[in-house]
């Protein structure tokens, strides 16, 4: 009993202390909760659109209107959508955030949505891919990718390689389901056949017996997809170990599978192989140069930025575009409207703008290649696909 | 070569590869729990911190291949020398659900400090050139590192069958194992055994995490997520012998392969409905003693 | 404990004996502690509600390991049917909240009924291996069938209906925080009922003493089953009040930490004395709660330190201190 007073008491002591938190008078103050997947199998990944979301921030807050300011507020969601959820109730409820951003994972996002219409709160996604999440909301804008914007592209590329098979390899869940669904049509439509498709555990580590099932299968093309990080390393280090391109077996995917900061630990192993992408380090636009020397400013000079960097980088320049056009005073609505048509043409990826009709992102989708340059691997963009919208929704139009 | 041989021969040659991991991983916990009696759910963070210790070395400090093994192995023995002084030697013979309670705290802490030190990103072994690609073994063509394994675990496993059958320690671990009383009433000083025993068990363990750990990733959660696999080989095999974790882990070795290759949308699955099975069967494990 | 064996001790005695079951005072506690809550922290009632539902869970696990002395590290298996029925329910187009509460009980009950007629028989490493083991099956089971559980994303679509049509689940948690406090009430009520009575003192013989319960010719396999079972049942609820408040169902109501974490919070308070669940989980998911804003998975670490101390050192937990404090005449 005497326990249970005592927390009582500590929890009305920290209440009151709450309670009396001063808000300023004088200065605005535009609070934005930042939800991110700090611990679990994708905090790499996580870990690149917060240095991304940061740098931008460090960089450009000196650009905000006189009296404004910006507050982030951080909270992990351990990779769980419950705990997303009870986060973002919580960033609504008691922090009384104006706007939230971030989230990785499709699940936790799915999951936040439909608050964001009850509370009516902006969320600003930089990078949750999952198709179908910016219709469970109206308050939802993504500035990242979808992976339908980048699968089917390379599904047609394949085909028209003059590969007449394919078999596909990719994580359980929605973002490997949807890079699966969308290279099957691009492979399809350009007249390829699909011979056979696996799916793995999202966190599995061992990727020999799968491997060799598609080795079994003797395709022309593997499509191999795993969530960015630590497993892509994996996953080509299985192939390399069966054999799998000395048998002859084309292997492609999304940049996923080599992405920027895990090609050094890949090596030649990707040499040559094809992916499509949205952001790669080795563009030469200027923008991205720019932003590169700023990066290794913040972080060092063996620090190596990746695509979801870039969209936690140009999401928060997506809301300073906002804050500064409303001097920092905006209702939800008004918030929603000015994300609706926002454009970048010089964003580190190239020309980015939102689809005012489905609050998707529409980008540039580059095909890719592995060179060398300068002694090191990098991912050359070699075509381009200009200003692709998610082809997703027009196949499949709300109701 | 017929494919589905092929295919099959490569996935039981994987699956042999993980077996032998796994005993590695269990062998020390099924003596060492047939000894005592303790249940002892925090074996895997022995495994674990032979696995950050292990890729730690290789990855940072750039240490040779065996070095980094060694030294895995080494370091994680001394470090359960304390932890069975201080912590679990007060529970022998004590409460279940305090040992349970106790091993447990044991596997949550070992997580975050995990987290902590080495942060939340699994920790991949960047194996040297001479040990990546394949090998040419006339019928297929297989993963160098795998036989190294394979090679390593049948040496090991050897080496500790002729250790128990042959060497005056081992007859004292089967003393012990099968009457711990009359063991002592013969004047075998249990509690060394004890001790010494279970740092050979975590050494083990710990070597298994290292070069398992392209295998079973080395995260933070690894003592969590495996337990089951690893409580799983000890409780076929049978506690207190280690016959039993040998022949439990090709089982289950070669099952989980076959399972990813077959049916991978059922995951372990069939390695519980098996488990479940034979717990039914044999409740004392295959080779149980204790 | 009264002196003395005179007329008047032995009928002391057996008054107090008798008196036992009736309600204290004190007992009232827990509930006017809830509604002092709700009107002091208007913003914590999703929090709260989960507080509710996980008090519930901790009791089931109270009465399996308390009152029966089953050591299980596989609760979490009813719970999650529980859980996975309910949510399943509302994405098909049934979001009725208590019909799917009735329909998760009788769904964890009969894993419960099954699972139990399989492995309680066995005893010790054998049967916390078994636990386990049914816990992990369901899991992977859940994870394969995936087009209805959602998989590794999780259940998706999920609608549950407004509470007799008019109290709706909503973003501050009002409607969830009442519905959890009264099933949890009830359910209370139904197990205070239980462990008072016969049954339920036969419970602590079989705990204490199987082979001498045996001997005299108490049901022992029929009366752990039908323990097993009800505690199935119960943390089946609890599952599904959390599916049914929070929207979500994934993988890890099936998973080992759940099955870990509500062991410690009940241990926390005080196993086999009915309230330890009630002090145990506030003060567990409280704490969680304060030290998540800042780092949450450390939290773990001060969790596992506070098991190893408990297991070390301090048996019995909350209650036990209490008792040891303030011994009273039983």
Redesign the interface.
């Known amino acids: 009993m005497l326990a249970k007073v005592r927390g009582l008491a500590s929890a009305l002591l920290y209440a009151v202390a709450l309670a009396a938190a001063p808000t300023p008078a004088s200065a605005q103050t535009v609070r934005i909760g930042v939800i991110n997947s700090y611990s679990g199998f994708v905090a790499q990944i996580a870990d690149e659109m917060q240095k991304g979301i940061d740098l931008y921030v460090k960089d450009h807050e000196k650009d905000l209107p006189p009296g404004v300011k910006v507050e982030l507020i951080r909270r992990d969601d351990t990779s769980k959508p419950d705990v997303g959820k009870r986060v973002a109730q919580e960033l609504i409820a008691r922090d009384n955030v104006q706007l939230l951003t971030g989230v990785i994972l499709s699940p936790v996002a799915a999951a936040v949505a439909p608050l964001t219409a009850e509370a009516k709160i902006p969320f600003v996604i930089t990078n949750a891919a999952g198709v179908a999440i910016p219709r469970l909301s109206p308050y939802v804008v993504r500035v990242s990718f979808t992976l339908w914007q980048e699968s089917d592209p390379i599904g047609k590329w394949a085909a028209q390689q003059g590969w007449k098979t394919a078999y596909t390899a990719v994580s359980d869940f929605i973002p490997g389901h949807d890079s699966e669904a969308a290279f099957i049509k691009g492979f399809t439509d350009g007249g390829g056949k699909i011979i056979g498709s696996v799916r793995f555990p999202p966190d599995n580590p061992d990727f020999t017996p799968f491997i060799q099932r598609v080795r079994d299968a003797k395709p022309d093309v593997a499509f191999l997809w795993v969530p960015a990080g630590p497993q892509a390393t994996a996953i080509m280090k299985a192939a390399q170990e069966l054999g799998l391109r000395q048998a002859g077996i084309h292997i492609t995917s999304t940049q996923d599978l080599l992405p920027d900061e895990e090609l050094p630990n890949i090596g030649d192993a990707a040499l040559g192989l094809v992916t499509s992408g949205t952001y790669s380090v080795a563009a030469q636009r200027p923008a991205n140069l720019a932003f590169l020397a700023a990066w290794k400013a913040a972080y060092g000079a063996k620090a190596i930025p990746d695509f979801a960097s870039v969209d936690g980088y140009d999401g928060m320049a997506m809301i300073f575009d906002m804050i500064e056009a409303t001097k920092g005073k905006f209702t939800a609505d008004q918030a929603m409207v000015f994300f609706k048509n926002w454009k970048d043409p010089n964003s580190p990826r190239g020309p980015i703008m939102i689809d005012p009709e489905t609050r998707d992102i529409v980008q540039n989708i580059y095909i890719r290649k592995v060179e060398k340059l300068g002694g090191k691997l990098a991912n050359v963009e070699i075509a381009t696909i200009p200003m692709v919208k998610d082809p997703w929704k027009a196949l499949h139009p709300a109701k | 070569m017929n ?1 589905a041989l ?2 099959a021969l ?2 039981g040659f ?1 699956g042999l590869a ?1 077996a032998m991991v796994l005993y590695l991983i269990s062998v020390g916990l099924s003596v060492t ?1 047939g000894m005592m009696g303790f ?1 002892n759910l925090a074996h895997g963070v022995f495994a674990m911190a032979g696995g950050y210790v292990m890729t730690g070395l290789i990855n940072d400090h750039g240490a040779p291949f065996a070095v980094a093994a060694t030294a895995a192995a080494v370091a994680v023995a001394l470090a359960s020398i304390p932890v069975e002084r201080l ?1 679990y030697r ?2 022998y013979g004590g ?8 091993t ?10 995990a ?2 030190l080495r ?4 920790q ?1 072994l ?1 194996l040297p050139h001479s040990l ?3 090998v040419e073994l006339g019928f297929g ?1 297989f ?4 036989s190294l394994l394979i090679v390593c675990g049948a040496l090991l496993a050897t080496a500790l069958w002729l250790g128990l059958e042959r060497s005056r320690f081992g007859a004292q671990i089967r003393a012990a194992v099968d009457n711990l009383r009359m063991a002592q009433s013969v004047g075998i000083d249990t509690s060394r055994l004890f001790s010494l025993t279970f740092a050979l068990g975590s050494g083990l363990a710990g070597l298994g995490g290292g070069l398992g750990s ?4 080395i ?2 959660g690894y003592a ?1 997520d495996n ?2 696999y690893f ?2 080989v000890v ?1 076929i095999g049978g ?1 207190g012998s280690i016959r039993g974790p040998f022949v439990a882990a090709m089982l289950i070795g070669v099952a989980d ?1 076959a399972c ?2 077959l049916v ?6 069939f390695i ?2 098996m ?2 099975a034979l ?2 069967w044999r ?2 494990g295959l080779f149980g003693r204790a | 404990m009264t002196g003395g064996t005179g007329p008047d001790a032995r009928s002391a005695a057996i008054e107090a004996f008798a008196r036992r079951h009736r309600y204290r005072p004190a007992e009232a506690l827990p509930w006017l502690a809830a509604l002092a809550g709700y009107f002091l922290f208007p913003g914590y009632l999703p929090l709260a509600a989960q507080i509710l539902a996980t008090i519930l869970f901790a009791l089931s696990a109270d009465l399996v390991l308390g009152y029966a002395g089953i050591v299980t590290l596989g609760q979490a298996a009813f719970f999650g049917a529980g859980a996975y029925t309910a949510g399943i329910l509302a994405a098909h187009g049934w979001g009725e909240p208590i019909t799917g509460l009735v329909a998760a009980a009788a769904a964890a009950a009969l894993v419960g009924f099954l699972s139990g007629l399989l492995i309680l028989r066995s005893s010790g490493l054998t049967l916390l291996m078994q636990t386990l083991v049914v816990a992990a099956m369901l899991a992977a089971a859940a994870n394969q069938a995936s087009a209805v559980t959602g998989g590794d994303d999780g259940l998706q679509g999920m609608e549950v209906w407004p509470i007799f049509g008019h109290f709706a689940f909503g973003l501050y948690g009002r409607t969830a925080f009442f519905y959890c406090l009264v099933v949890l009430f009830l359910c209370w009520l139904a197990v205070r009922r239980l462990v008072h009575s016969a049954f339920g003192r036969s419970l602590t013989g079989i705990r204490e003493n199987g082979a001498r319960m045996r001997a005299i010719g108490a049901p022992v396999m029929g009366r752990r089953l039908a323990v097993y079972t009800i505690s199935a049942a119960l943390a089946g609820v609890s599952g599904a009040l959390v599916a049914q408040t929070t929207g979500l169902v994934a993988l890890d109501s099936l998973g080992l930490e759940r099955s870990g974490t509500v062991l410690i919070m009940l241990i926390i308070g005080g196993v086999g004395r009915l309230y330890g669940g009630f002090i145990g989980v506030p003060l567990y998911m409280i704490a969680q709660d304060r030290f998540s804003t800042v780092e949450p998975v450390y939290w773990y670490f001060w969790v596992g330190l506070l098991m190893v101390l408990l297991a070390s050192f301090a048996r019995g937990g909350v209650l036990g201190l209490i008792d040891r404090l303030w011994p009273r005449g039983r």
């Open positions: 494919s092929s295919a490569s996935v994987h993980f729990m249940i912590l007060r529970l409460d279940e659900l305090d040992q349970v309670l106790l447990m705290g044991l596997v949550f802490m070992s997580g975050a400090a987290h902590y942060g939340p990103v699994q991949p960047r990546g690609g394949g063509e993963s160098l590192y795998d392209n295998l079973i990733t995260a933070p969590l337990l089951v409580l799983i409780a506690l392969s990813d290759y991978p949308q059922f995951g372990a699955f519980y409905a488990t479940m717990l039914l409740p004392r």
